[in-house]
């Protein structure tokens, strides 16, 4: 069950504060992040308002619910540890 606590968190904790060619600054729990797209890249050609939906997933992810991605704040504190590895579906080889 979800609290007021709970609601308040995934409502106000986590914002887009602004977004270029490059990525977006992101706001989460009162600190600030930059995203590259290098590092996620199914956010560089989404539509503005999918990205501007973003959540917490609880207390340690962050959500975008429309675009089926979820960070955990850890990797925006130290991307170092959580290389980017992009596996392809093997059917689009065939395309």
């Given amino acids: 069950m979800e609290t007021s606590l709970d ?3 995934n409502n106000t904790s986590v914002s887009v504060l602004m977004i270029n060619s490059q990525g977006m600054m992101l706001s989460v729990l009162g600190q ?3 995203v590259s797209y290098n590092r996620v890249p199914w956010l560089k050609d989404a ?4 990205v501007l939906n973003v959540r917490m997933s609880g207390l340690r992810a ?4 429309e675009l089926d991605v979820d960070l955990e704040i850890e990797s925006l504190k130290h991307p170092e540890r959580y290389p980017l590895i992009m596996k392809r579906n093997p059917m689009e080889l065939l395309m």
Avoid: A, L, Q
Avoid at 47 to 50: F, N, Q, T
Avoid at 62 to 65: G, N, Q, R, S, V
């Fill in 62 to 65: 962050i959500e975008w619910p």
């Fill in 7 to 9: 609601n308040n968190i």
């Fill in 47 to 50: 539509r503005v308002s999918s």
């Fill in 32 to 34: 600030d992040y930059f």
